[in-house]
């Protein structure tokens, strides 16, 4: 999404999300500097709340945020959560391979911001049973997916709606599609089938 329809979004979403019923928070994965450039100061700016979710592996790399950015962000109010190591399919890692993405991201941002990491997001939505119970294993207490749909307070799996850059984001079709009871059993199943490979 260019940054003009970013604000132009954010700028509208919390009356609109209002008028729908329904509550609002974004969240980002990757840990892209554009996160506390543009992204940040935008839903301040708008009293939208936030999740942040960097890759620790990419923390010194240019374009990413960085271990002060990260403090920056937790700072002004954001919650920070972990997106593993190096943004790779958990679903294909071995056991030591897939407990060091979740176990050492976490340890490192709990050094950054001397505080306990408890939210993951997991990297291209891609979990499975043994990935799921590593989470827990690991003392996660919210786990975001890719699965679209409504979050609901006290949720350990989370879903959330999720956009590419080159599509608009219309809160009014997802809190549409998200109401349908059919589009919700749809999702519902296809969770529960991707939870038990």
Known sequence: MAEGAFV?????????ASALGVGLHATFDDGNRSD???????????GVSGSF???????TMSGYLSEEDVRRLFKMGF????????HV???????GALNGEITVSKRVLEDILATKIQTVAIPFGSY???VLAALKV?????????DPGFAYPGQWQTRRWYYNSNEL?????????????????LVEMKGILKALR
Do not use: M, Q
């Open 128 to 130: 499975n049973r043994r």
């Open 79 to 86: 919650e920070i959560g972990s997106h593993g190591v190096d």
């Open 169 to 185: 984001f219309d809160l009014d079709y997802f809190v549409y599609r998200s109401n349908s009871v059919r589009y919700r059993i």
């Open 138 to 146: 690991a003392g996660y207490t919210k786990v975001y997916t890719c």
């Open 53 to 59: 979710f960097p890759c620790t592996g990419r923390l």
């Open 8 to 16: 132009s979004f954010i700028a509208n979403a919390r009356s609109r």
């Open 36 to 46: 506390l450039e543009i992204a940040a100061p935008v839903l301040v700016k708008y």
């Open 89 to 95: 399919h958990w679903t294909h890692l071995d056991d």
